[in-house]
């Protein structure tokens, strides 16, 4: 039983055979990637019932192939699921993976090759060692560096503030991308910028409020245009899509 | 063993605990300087310079990472040290803090002797390192 988990990361691979060249609507591409995302979620939270250093070893190095070449094939469908919530059991190993994958983003904008990515994802998913169940000295064989550290350390503020534990408030995605903005010389300015072209500060499923004073919900992102997404607004009981990167009179005032 | 007066910012929602480090710092011989939330800690921090600010993890209004964020942001108060108080002992998000420079940690219910230490150790330490 306990290695089953790792081998279903790997049989997900087989999902994709059968889409037709691999042309999927848009609206779609979300369902298929969820249950990708949801794979690599059960493997890392699997890491505990490993018994073993080689075995936690083994399992971390095929989750972290897994999660690269998720991203590799389809980064913008994997990474919506950034904006979903888990309850507390799941927390700390969403965030794991969260970290995982939004250091790998920025690792692949930044040129890295697979070998690095890989070693990378490694430090990122196990940043919180002891709290996913990996012994603490495991990793230490990786060399880090400063690169790696700055990647790691913006994909951990992130995700933290837009999963935050059960005590704290939680903030938007474009409220934690100002609060990150505003920090500046914390972190790398080359790092925000790529964060800010890959991430919404609207994601899918985000309550807003336009200039025109309408409220909607997110439907799509436009990417390149993080601050102009496509907007479903409730008209007189008829529902309305703006697509706010076409329609460039309004935009969005706030999110909820 | 402080050679003068040195400015504590405590940022806390909750009036009666705000008052508690008031009085027991001030008794301490440190000067206590208040803030409810994280957008007046951002602003009693750029205008009066404190020495250390306690800051709570937990406001409703703005979070404290955010809040930490753009004090470490601003550079008029980025080198002052920044300590969390927090009601929970399991903080899950630590390693933000650590990774953002916070100075340290301490449990909102812990001894406020103890809590006295803790910011005159750091304080000191923050000296040493300044000369």
């Known amino acids: 039983m306990t290695d089953n988990r790792a081998d279903e990361v790997w049989l997900s691979k087989g999902e994709e055979k059968d889409r037709p060249d691999g042309q999927v609507p848009a609206e779609q591409e979300p369902r298929g990637e969820l249950s990708r995302y949801d794979t690599l979620l059960e493997g890392v939270k699997g890491l505990r019932s490993k018994k073993g250093e080689t075995e936690i070893m083994d399992s971390l190095k095929k989750l972290v192939e897994q999660a690269v070449d998720s991203l590799s094939e389809n980064t913008i469908s994997v990474m919506l699921n950034l904006s979903r919530n ?18 790998v983003m920025l690792g692949m904008r930044r040129g890295f090759d697979r070998r690095r990515l890989k070693d990378m994802a490694l430090l990122a998913l196990t940043h919180a060692k002891k709290d996913i ?35 704290r408030h939680k903030l938007t995605a474009s409220d934690t991308l ?41 439907i799509r992102t436009n990417k390149g245009q993080p601050m ?6 409730d008209e007189g009981g008829q529902q309305m899509t703006i697509d706010l990167s076409k329609n460039l009179l309004i935009h969005i005032t706030r999110s909820f | 063993m ?32 208040k803030a409810m939330n994280g957008k007046q800690s951002l602003e009693e921090a750029r205008k009066n310079r404190p020495d250390i600010i306690i800051m709570d993890i937990m406001m409703p209004e703005a979070d404290g990472i955010s809040s930490i964020l753009k004090l ?26 650590d990774s953002l420079g916070v100075a340290g ?16 150790e750091i304080l000191e330490e923050n000296d040493r390192q300044q000369s």
């Open chain 2, 2 to 33: 402080l050679r003068k007066k040195k400015k504590v910012l405590v940022v806390d929602d909750d009036p009666d605990t705000l008052l508690v480090y008031e009085k027991t710092l001030s008794a301490a011989g440190f000067k206590v300087l």
């Open chain 2, 105 to 120: 940690y301490f449990v909102k219910r812990a001894n406020m002797d103890q809590i006295i230490t803790k910011i005159e």
């Open chain 1, 178 to 218: 100002v609060s990150i903005m505003d920090a500046y010389g914390v972190f790398d300015p080359a790092l925000v910028k790529i964060l800010m072209e890959e991430l919404s500060f609207y994601p899918e499923g985000s309550k807003v409020e336009l200039s025109t004073k309408q409220r909607g919900t997110v």
């Open chain 1, 133 to 167: 169940g990996v012994p603490e000295n495991l990793l230490k064989w990786i060399e880090s560096d400063k690169e790696m550290d700055e990647i790691i350390k913006l994909s951990d503020v992130y995700d933290t503030l837009t999963h935050p534990p059960a005590y």
């Open chain 2, 72 to 97: 470490k942001g601003d550079d008029r108060t980025s080198a002052i040290p920044v300590v969390v108080a927090t009601s929970v002992e399991e903080m899950e998000d630590r390693t933000v803090a």
């Open chain 1, 228 to 233: 102009r997404p496509v907007v479903e607004v």
């Open chain 1, 86 to 103: 888990f309850g507390k059991e799941d927390f700390i190993y969403a965030h794991s993976l969260n970290v995982c994958l939004l250091s």
